[in-house]
């Protein structure tokens, strides 16, 4: 992670974007730490170990947290490549202009229609989840109406926010980033230290989730802990035309996103397994909802209401930048005429420069959905068990585009770069990539065709309508959008800064 050694100057932000075809338009009011927070809040350590901790423990035991070092050290290498992009195309809607520059508008347009469902039904998912906590917070029982509305309340205040502006977007990420940190590091730290029921062996200890057959295949299984835990870094690179300097910030902040998170996974996962009363019920299955009754075992009720404070923050900030994400690229896909209603779409308030049509729809969609699983509960597990394989795909997309590039030529031309060590670590995040969809994408061993399938046949739904309309409508066409001109913007990167670009093959 190094600055061209030969590259004398920057060009400014304004000249960047008009090398790349766009206008100025946004408020460049997000530092460095605002853009962390965002991508921080976004991948929420606090949101996916809450959620993933009993099941991992179930499946594979106590050393499926190996996991989070496992995963997290492959999507920092996804990072790295990423942050090579966005230094040379900082701008909105990260991953569909990163997949349209290195390769096509066609392949682009499918790339980021799965990734807008994808975040579309994990926005949904979020908002459901964090119902749940907010029930807890204000002693209201939880059924199918009472986890609607308050689901729509979270929904509805986070797009109150967002069409504040990106000061009040900043200001709420970085709220939301202290209450993670608190929630996950400061909690993980105190159960950890104070709360210890367990030796640190445990980890290596695999209590008997393997039964007569492999510990290998129960490991395998548990996967899903760091698998749903490490994206929402690309976050950062959405918002990118909101941040200064973002060519040199952005890259820096997806970095930071996947380290501290990782850490703080690691913190939060270990204290819950350490301070668990009756680890072994947890395991067996026999304790569904666990980290209730650590917290209450360990903090008092008092404390466990604390948490839940932080909790509710945590999430709604979660859905705050799910919401801000998907709606720059969405913006950014209608900014290019890729979309119906694309003018709608493209629209910019020239009060809170932001994007406020593509915001709506980054609401009403996850609120739809919300009111199809107050119809049919079990609808939630369908509808979102294809988003982290749609998400994977996506990102492998942008990595497998990046690779095909370097083989053609492209040296990376933004302030970020990896310099030698490029090629290496894209073939690397590419393996680590295709790996963790196979575990994502393999069926499972239930019998029932649909609940072992159903990610597959999620994702298949999205590609298959996606597909249709691509070749039915051909927004590609009707586009003017460059597309597949990497190296050619390098060259005229190096030309206005007075680089001298490294020797092609």
């Known amino acids: 992670m190094t600055t061209h050694p030969d590259q004398p100057s920057e060009l400014s932000d304004n000249e960047h974007l008009r090398v790349l075809g766009y206008d100025d338009t946004f408020n460049r009011s997000m530092s460095l730490w605002a853009n962390f927070a965002l991508g921080f809040t976004y991948l ?49 809607g990260g991953i569909y202009p990163w997949a349209r520059r290195l390769w096509s508008r066609r392949y682009a347009w499918m790339a980021a229609w799965v990734y807008i469902w994808a975040m579309i039904v994990t926005i ?9 906590f907010a029930a ?67 980890f290596f200890d695999t209590m008997g989730v393997e039964g007569d057959g492999s510990y290998l295949t129960a490991f395998v299984g548990a996967a899903l802990a760091g698998l749903f835990l490490f994206y929402g870094f690309e976050a950062c690179g959405d918002v990118a035309e909101e941040v200064a300097s973002p060519a040199r910030q952005v890259p820096r902040a997806m970095v930071l996103t996947i380290l501290v998170g990782g850490v703080s996974a690691l913190f939060s ?14 395991v067996a299955g026999e304790d569904a909802d666990p980290i209730p009754g650590i917290l209450s075992a360990t903090l008092g009720d008092v404390g466990a ?41 493209a629209k910019v308030s020239p009060k809170s420069k932001v994007p406020v049509n593509a915001l709506i729809v980054a609401c009403t969609i996850p609120a739809v959905i919300s009111v199809l699983v107050w119809i049919n509960p079990a609808l939630l597990y369908p509808v979102t068990a294809f988003a982290v394989l749609g998400i994977y795909v996506a990102f492998q997309m942008v990595v497998l585009a990046s690779l095909r590039q370097r083989f053609k030529g492209w040296r990376p031309a933004g302030p970020f770069s990896l310099g030698a060590f490029g090629m290496v670590v894209n073939i690397l995040a590419l393996a680590y990539g295709i790996f963790a969809m196979y575990l994502l994408a393999t069926p499972g061993a239930s019998g029932d065709f649909v609940t072992d399938w159903v990610v597959l046949i999620g994702l ?13 409508a051909r927004p590609d066409a009707k586009s003017t959008a460059p597309a597949g001109d990497a190296i050619a913007v390098a060259d005229e990167i190096n030309r206005r800064t007075g680089s001298i670009p490294t020797v092609r093959k």
């Open 44 to 92: 929420s350590p606090l949101v996916g170990v809450y959620s993933l901790f009993a099941l991992a423990l179930t499946v594979g035991g106590p050393p499926s947290i190996w996991w989070l070092l496992i995963v997290g050290g492959g999507q920092l290498l996804v990072s790295l490549v990423f942050g090579e992009v966005v230094s040379q195309y900082p701008i909105h």
């Open 305 to 345: 209401k604390i948490f839940l404070v932080v909790a509710v923050t945590a999430f709604l900030s979660c859905v705050l930048s799910l919401q801000a994400a998907a709606s720059r690229l969405l913006f950014s896909f209608a900014r290019d005429g890729m979309l119906p209603g694309h003018r709608w779409l």
């Open 124 to 132: 949904t998912a979020v908002a459901q989840y964090g119902a749940g």
């Open 136 to 202: 807890s917070l204000f002693g209201i029982t939880l059924d199918a109406t009472s986890g609607l509305l308050l689901a729509l309340a979270l929904l509805l205040i986070a797009l109150v926010i967002n069409f504040a502006g990106t000061t009040w977007l900043a200001r709420v990420a970085r709220i939301g980033l202290a209450a993670e940190l608190i929630g996950v590091i400061g909690v993980g730290l105190y159960l950890l230290i104070f709360q210890r029921q367990q030796e640190f062996s445990v």
């Open 460 to 472: 298949g739904i999205v590609l298959g309508t996606g597909a249709i309309y691509l070749f039915a």
């Open 269 to 282: 996962f270990a204290g819950y397994v350490m301070a668990a009363p009756n680890l072994e019920a947890i």
